[in-house]
């Protein structure tokens, strides 16, 4: 079992192999492939720093604790109807995302978010909405 934040749940759909440093990246790559590799693994929801956060480098401030990244997992959260301390299935978060996120979500729910520009978590959660699921990371 995983323990993810909200805003991971929409980071793992735009994961392209790009990240804050080697040692995150090859982490980010991991769950990655595993939830995408068997959707049955299940997930707990958890608020604040995750199995993803565990690899944030530590070069100055350190971004997992920042309030604005609380207030986006709680919008995410919110948005495709789950709670901290719920234990789900990947498949079945897909689910949520599929039934309650279109791709221009993306915009206003991730804002501030410094890989928005990218464009490739719109494409994420259009990959979901097609049934299609995770994209494999090369």
């Known amino acids: 079992m995983y323990k993810l934040r909200g805003h991971h749940l929409f980071c793992l759909l735009g994961y392209r192999g ?14 990655h492939q595993k939830l995408r590799e068997n959707p049955q693994i299940k997930v707990q929801l958890v608020k604040g720093p995750d199995q993803l956060c565990e690899k944030y480098p530590n070069s100055g401030e350190y971004h997992c604790l920042d309030e604005n990244i609380y207030e986006r997992d709680a ?36 804002e501030t978010c410094s890989w928005r520009s990218y464009g490739v978590c719109e494409e994420g959660v259009q990959d979901i909405i097609e049934g299609k699921g995770l994209r494999e990371v090369k």
């Open 18 to 31: 790009m990240g804050y440093s080697e040692e995150y990246v090859e982490n980010m790559t991991r769950i």
């Open 75 to 110: 919008v995410i959260l919110q948005r495709i109807g789950l709670e901290i301390g719920q234990v789900i299935k990947w498949e079945e978060i897909e689910s949520h995302i599929r039934r309650s996120v279109v791709p221009t979500d993306i915009q206003t729910v991730c």
